[in-house]
């Protein structure tokens, strides 16, 4: 008896040893690390902020009887997308499936818990990476408010951005960033959104401002931002909140998010200084609203990059991005008569195209060992598979952009009518004014 029992302590003591290396190395795998966890969450606050901070930059651009109207376009964004998201958009987005979009699996937040899903990140909660993902989500749709302000039905913006987010967002996310996405899985590079986001937003506000047409009087009266301050202020919100935006696209408190935070921060210092220089060339003048504008400028441009370029790179990025966007915002626009009237196409869809090419560029393994090298590192092949990305992101978006806006017309009208627009969106779709004088 006593023999068996010890035959048995000891086959238990060899099985518990051969086996606990795997048990310990899986636990290791999937361990969270707290550290990694606290940063994603920070930033997912830094990038929710963004969209108030975006809501200050437009709203100061627009006429003072259609402030609000952006505020609550922005504000209420946040709150529809929020609950889309966690419903069925970060599945539609993210779940594993190859094809088209991920499907349903996730449908209500279901298999996406508190352990680290290792396909996505292997030290913070799969629901850290839910959320932090959600507000860029939340913001893309909010970057097309720019082209079309001052002039669509609430009711219509309503039901064009839960169409958008459904239809157009999530299946292009699912593509770039989701574990079978097919661009994702060519090798495009996208490191916190220069195509998922800005230009695809890009390209939707420029399709949405064509069909829409263009504000009454605009020849006769060019409006100028009713409030120079808040656009400085929306534009310090934005610089903020994009230090989480893409050093917190690492997942982990590690040297690519130091790395991301650096060249973010030096890309956009050169592009306002850029923008400024060419303002002083051809105007006379630099202007505190064209350092803000180019700030922006670099801010996209650096983002598709800010993994995997080092800090020279991102001075070009910068300096160079204020180039596109100023041409295009200066001479391209006026010349070609269209009305994207905060800019949303000449700052993030130029300045997305730019950031991607210039990722096929001046990407270094160095860098980021996960990515890949650009042209100007030997690998020519990834300048085309930034290309194709960038095709496919304006055709996907341009295509299911025209779709959505028209099938809302149909139901519901886009546009306001003239004497609502005279009178100006706050009281006729919202029954408040942003300003009270008193007599």
């Not at 809501?55 to 609550?72: D, E, H, P, T």
């Not at 097309?144 to 987010?165: C, D, N, P, V």
């Not at 210039?358 to 590192?377: H, Q, R, W």
Request: net charge neutral; aromatic share 14%.
């Amino acid at each position: 008896m006593r023999l068996s029992k010890f035959f048995l302590s000891v086959s238990v003591f060899l099985a518990c040893a051969t086996i606990a290396p795997f048990v310990f190395a899986q636990t290791a795998e999937f361990k969270i690390d707290t550290g990694d966890t606290a940063w994603v969450l920070v930033c997912s606050a830094l990038v929710m902020f963004m969209t108030p901070g975006l809501a200050f930059f437009y709203g100061g651009m627009v006429r003072k009887k259609n402030i609000l109207s952006i505020l609550m376009q922005c504000f209420i964004i946040l709150c529809v997308v929020s609950v889309q998201w966690v419903l069925f958009g970060y599945s539609l987005s993210f779940a594993p499936v190859e094809g088209f979009w991920g499907g349903f699996g996730w449908f209500g937040l279901n298999g996406v818990g508190f352990t680290p899903y290792a396909d996505y990140s292997s030290t913070i909660p799969h629901q850290a990476f839910m959320i932090f993902q959600a507000m860029f989500a939340i913001i893309t749709p909010a970057l097309i408010i720019g082209a079309f302000a001052e002039r669509m039905k609430f009711s219509a913006f309503l039901l064009f951005t839960i169409l958008w987010i459904t239809f157009v967002y999530d299946p292009l996310c699912h593509w770039v960033w989701a574990m079978g996405g097919w661009l994702r899985n060519l090798g495009a590079l996208d490191f916190a959104g220069g195509t998922v986001v800005h230009i695809n937003a890009g390209i939707a506000a420029i399709v949405t401002a064509l069909l829409i047409g263009r504000r009454k009087n605009l020849d006769s009266n060019i409006p100028a931002p009713h409030n120079l301050p808040f656009v400085i202020l929306g534009t310090a919100l934005l610089w903020f909140g994009w230090f989480g935006f893409n050093a917190g696209s690492a997942l982990g408190a590690n040297g690519i998010a130091v790395n991301a935070f650096v060249v973010t921060n030096t890309a956009a210092a050169a592009a306002g200084l850029s923008w400024a220089l060419l303002e002083w060339l051809r105007n006379g003048k630099p202007t505190m609203f064209g350092v803000a504008s180019g700030a922006v400028a670099g801010l996209v441009a650096i983002t598709p990059a800010a993994g995997f370029v080092s800090i020279v790179p991102a001075i070009v990025i910068g300096f160079l991005v204020s180039v596109f966007c100023f041409t295009a915002v200066s001479i391209l626009k006026p010349k070609l008569g269209y009305d994207d009237s905060l800019d949303a196409f000449g700052v993030h869809c130029v300045g997305g195209i730019w950031g991607a090419i210039a990722t096929g560029l001046f990407a270094s393994k160095a860098v980021n060992p996960l990515g890949a090298d650009g042209l100007f590192f030997g690998n020519p092949k990834q300048l085309l598979v930034q290309l194709l990305a960038v095709v496919v992101t304006i055709l996907f978006s341009a295509i299911g952009t025209l779709v959505i806006y028209k099938v809302v017309d149909i139901l519901v009208g886009m546009r306001v009518n003239e004497k609502e627009e005279l009178i100006g969106l706050d009281l006729t779709q919202h029954r408040e004014r942003a300003y009270t004088v008193l007599e």
